[in-house]
């Protein structure tokens, strides 16, 4: 996963004076929020490094609740419930719990 200042390098890359003239005042503010708040699905890529993730699946466990707090370990790219008991085979989509 590219990481917020990744994505803005190649992003203001291809941007013209008068696009950086918008963004300076404001006018990508809601694109930015968008991509941090995005759910990226597990089949366009997962995480880069061990830890906890909001999960979107299909059927989830327990029932009735489609958003889990994961455990994704990098050594087999596999999400498990967060107390590692299960691995969750159902999931769609992943977003990171805190961005830094």
Known sequence: ????????????????????????HGKDFKSGVEFAQRWIP???DLPTKQGCYLVKCKNSFPKNCDVVVAEFYEDNHVFYSESGDYPIKDA???RAIELK
């Open 92 to 94: 769609t989509h992943w």
């Open 42 to 44: 597990v089949e366009e």
């Open 1 to 24: 996963m590219k990481t917020i200042e990744e994505v803005a390098k190649e992003y203001a890359s291809n941007l013209s004076s008068s696009e950086v003239f918008q963004i300076q």
